[in-house]
């Protein structure tokens, strides 16, 4: 007998509430002390369900802001799609 093994690390619906909602917690601090100036490019690599590209997008008035993360599940969960 085989057990079939699932990875609960490729479901964005696992994810956003193990890990996406302390990213949420701290996103806000972590993008104000990178103090990056306003109107610049954002690359967040691992951007999982997009916690991070959401703080960016409210608070850090970038010009561009790309997520990118290899897990089609977090992806199509991800709340920033602006």
């Known amino acids: 007998m085989t057990a079939e093994r699932k ?10 509430p193990y890990v996406g909602r302390w990213s949420r917690l701290i996103a806000r ?3 104000t002390w990178l103090g990056v100036p306003p109107n610049k490019d954002w690359l967040d690599v691992g ?13 850090a008035s970038p010009r561009h ?4 993360d290899p ?8 709340h920033a799609t602006r």
Do not use: K, M, P, R
């Not at 951007?47 to 608070?59: D, K, M, P, R, Y």
């Open 7 to 16: 990875d609960v690390w490729a479901s964005g619906d696992a994810y956003e």
């Open 47 to 59: 951007s999982g369900t997009g916690a991070l590209c959401e703080v960016i997008l409210a608070s």
């Open 65 to 68: 802001v790309t997520g990118v």
């Open 29 to 31: 601090q972590f993008v």
């Open 71 to 78: 897990s089609d599940g977090f992806v199509s969960l991800s």
